[in-house]
């Protein structure tokens, strides 16, 4: 299976700060890189796919790139409301995620 | 509105049986592949079945592949999963997931709110 790891695992910001979160795969993808959110309790929700194309609804504060092996997650003005665990999940081959990381 | 509604779940005793059940709503059922996924406390999310639109293809992961079986009811729009000979490791948060792709390009655009297989 190909291993996807992200960091950090956990992220402590502000009101409105630039936030990133990375997402390395053990082995090339080209972009077929999925990002969650999700948040205790609740459903979990797609917030971009095919590492880049945002997802209907989802704000546009939030924007993924990369390419192969290396990708990242962009919240560019963090709001109260986006605190959850997010999630890399890779659709290259059978799916797997990356082990999260806590944006609080 | 697309709304995914899991049963089923509860506690077992290793070595027993569970079935799942999703209830869909909202969307045309027929049409697209469906995924349980699940979160477990050592492990993090892990897909763990797809069935294809008309219920004949079937995809597992290797650790439930024999154990576990994946079904569907495109007159109902039910997905069932059937899980035999239940493990410590199958302990966990099981989640049904509308596939808006197709296998292996999978990803999940709907999710449901989980429900909890303790197996202990």
């Known amino acids: 299976d190909i291993q996807m790891t992200q960091s950090p695992s956990n992220l402590s910001t502000s009101v409105g700060a630039r936030v990133t979160v990375t997402c390395r795969a053990s082995?090339?993808?080209?972009?077929?890189l999925n990002w969650y959110q999700h948040k205790s309790g609740t459903a979990p929700k797609l917030l971009i796919f095919?590492?880049?194309t945002l997802n209907p609804g989802v704000p546009s504060r939030f924007t993924g790139s990369g390419s192969g092996m290396d990708f990242t997650l962009t919240i560019s003005r963090l709001q109260p409301e986006d605190s959850a665990t997010y999630y890399c999940?890779?659709?290259?081959?059978?799916?797997?995620f990356g082990q999260g990381t806590r944006v609080e | 509105e697309v709304k995914l509604v899991e049963s089923g779940g509860g506690l077992v005793k290793p070595g027993g049986s569970l079935q799942l059940s999703c209830a869909a709503s909202?969307?045309?059922?027929?049409?697209?592949?469906m995924n349980w996924v699940r979160q477990t406390p050592g492990k993090g999310l892990e897909w763990v079945a797809s069935?294809?639109?008309?219920?004949?293809?079937?995809y597992y992961r290797d650790s439930v592949r024999g154990r576990f079986s994946v079904s569907r009811d495109n007159s109902k729009s039910l997905v069932y999963l059937e899980m035999n000979t239940l493990r410590a490791e199958d302990t966990g948060l099981y989640y049904c997931?509308?596939?808006?792709?197709?296998?292996?390009?999978?990803?999940?655009?709907?999710w449901g709110q989980g429900i909890q297989v303790t197996v202990s």
């Open positions: 095919g590492a880049s």
């Open positions: 069935i294809s639109t008309s219920g004949v293809d079937t």
């Open positions: 909202g969307f045309a059922f027929e049409y697209y592949f």
């Open positions: 082995q090339n993808i080209d972009i077929y």
């Open positions: 999940q890779q659709s290259q081959t059978i799916p797997t």
């Open positions: 997931a509308r596939d808006q792709g197709i296998p292996p390009r999978s990803y999940f655009d709907f």
